[in-house]
């Protein structure tokens, strides 16, 4: 294999220009599938490159990390459910900036033992020892640290979307002096280990940084865990590439900044879609906070709404001359978007216009509803984006809002207490008739009630969203009961 280590960055450069094509591909539905094998080609060009220019690999420790992580991948994306899909993004988010800080550890702890070996042993089994530069401990440091913040943060986001009962949101006038503690001493004593390469400060900076991870994101609310999501992307890139440098290894670090950089834009493009800078999201407390809080207290506060049936909803739509329709994390929840692409369907067929309206944050992650609709065969010209269909909401006739709730809050318009106020919105509300498939009229995921669903034009149809698509899909065919 002395071909592959004598071209080895030139096997790297080709895996370089293939992770470029796969960002490109995957910035579109049409070009996504391509997108995703470029990546995969790109990924087995690195890992067998890097396989074979290894100095004295350890092959069954090797091997065996591979395969088990193959079957627990290839496991967990068969059987994952697209509900659970954000969670399964964050937790791999956190194996990222774990492996980050192994490296980090493991490359400390090597660098040690080279040392107490001494320059005769060291001669006598021909090893070749360089010690560390402080261009190597700075790398060592940043990887470390972020990889370690990223972990603990992802592990957190994980929880919080998942709802398990021990990702807790904190709030509280302690937290901020907290989080500003922790991050100092952390800082400092990175700072003291790239000074001296002072073990004890290393061990405290990664301590510190592992906890201060899980404060820093603890107080974000579930409103805002979208760009959380996004932003722990972009965090697990610089943290692999911060990583690169220090293995030396060329596509680590062009794989990790492709990452970091895109995170990073995306994260920026989540916030510009809900008004809000980065720095107000992440340290600016929890969207929506007090009103989880009172919802939680049972307080929030009775008002009239109108609700109807499937029947009456299949009877106004196949009625309308334009249908939008606007999925939420309902349809997720629900499983329903093969069903609504059905509806949709049927009414094309009756001569009704039918688009989809997508919001920048709606759904759990990044993108959640494209890709619900895409997995449905949703025609790709169909789905517009807020700032294409917001224009035409007041010509609509009939807006079909299925599972979402914060993204067609009018209150983002009207409300200057709210918490989202600002915040541009899908506006359903200026629709001639809007009718809304919820279970029930608890608030959504950032906690705040919706005025859209007590408007003098709304309708509520409560159950599941499948099953409640299915029924008025039935009542436009009249094959209903």
Not at 79 to 92: H, I, S
Not at 327 to 353: C, D, H, I, S, W
Request: with cysteine; glycine share 10%.
């Amino acid at each position: 294999m002395e071909f592959i280590r004598e071209y080895a960055n030139w096997f790297y450069l080709i895996g370089a220009i293939l992770f470029i094509l796969t960002l490109r591909g995957l910035s579109g539905p049409k070009t996504a599938i391509a997108g995703n094998r470029y990546g995969m080609l790109a990924m087995a060009i690195a890992v067998l490159t890097t396989f074979f220019v290894a100095e004295n690999p350890v092959i069954w420790m090797i091997l065996g990390a591979m395969v088990l992580g193959a079957i627990v991948g290839i496991a967990r994306a068969k059987t994952v459910p697209m509900t659970q899909m954000p969670e399964t993004v964050a937790l791999m988010h956190s194996l990222v900036g774990l492996s980050a800080v192994l490296i980090a550890i493991a490359a400390i702890i090597h660098n040690n033992k080279l040392i107490e070996l001494g320059p005769d042993l060291l001669a006598a089994n021909r090893v070749t020892f360089h010690e560390m530069s402080k261009v190597h401990l700075f790398e060592l440091f940043v990887g470390c640290f972020v990889g370690a913040i990223t972990f603990t943060a992802s592990v957190f986001a994980y929880g919080k979307l998942a709802a398990k009962k021990w990702a807790k949101t904190i709030s509280g006038a302690w937290v901020k002096p907290v989080q500003a503690l922790i991050f100092i001493v952390m800082l400092a004593a990175g700072i003291h280990f790239f000074l001296t390469g002072n073990m004890t400060s290393f061990w405290a900076m990664t301590g510190l940084a592992l906890v201060f991870g899980w404060v820093w994101i603890a107080p974000v609310g579930g409103g805002d865990m979208p760009v959380v999501v996004s932003l722990l992307n972009s965090f697990s890139g610089w943290a692999a590439a911060g990583i690169g440098f220090t293995l030396e290894n060329n596509m680590l670090i062009v794989a990790g900044s492709l990452v970091g950089s895109s995170g990073a834009i995306l994260s920026y493009i989540m916030c510009k879609a809900m008004n809000r800078s980065i720095i107000n999201v992440l340290f600016g407390g929890a969207m929506g906070g007090t009103a989880t809080a009172t919802a939680g207290a049972g307080e929030q506060v009775q008002r009239n709404h109108r609700s109807g049936s499937a029947d009456d909803a299949g009877f106004l739509m196949s009625n309308a001359d334009s249908v939008v329709i606007v999925p939420g994390y309902g349809m997720a929840q629900g499983r329903a978007q093969n069903a609504v692409k059905e509806l949709a369907n049927l009414l094309k067929e009756q001569g009704v216009t039918v688009r989809f309206a997508i919001h920048p944050v709606a759904g759990r992650m990044p993108g959640h509803m494209n890709v619900l609709l895409a997995e449905a065969d949703v025609p790709y010209e169909d789905i517009l984006e807020m700032d294409e269909i917001n224009s035409d909401f007041p010509a609509t006739d009939v807006v079909l809002v299925i599972g979402a709730n914060d993204v067609v809050n009018p209150a983002a318009k009207d409300d200057p207490s709210s918490p989202i106020y600002g915040m541009p919105i899908l506006e359903a509300h200026k629709a001639r008739t809007i009718l809304v498939i919820k279970r029930s009229m608890a608030t959504g995921y950032a906690g705040l009630d919706n005025d859209l669903f007590y408007n003098d034009k709304t309708m509520m149809i409560f159950g599941d969203a499948k099953k409640v698509v299915e029924d008025m899909t039935k009542a436009i065919n009249g094959t209903g009961h």
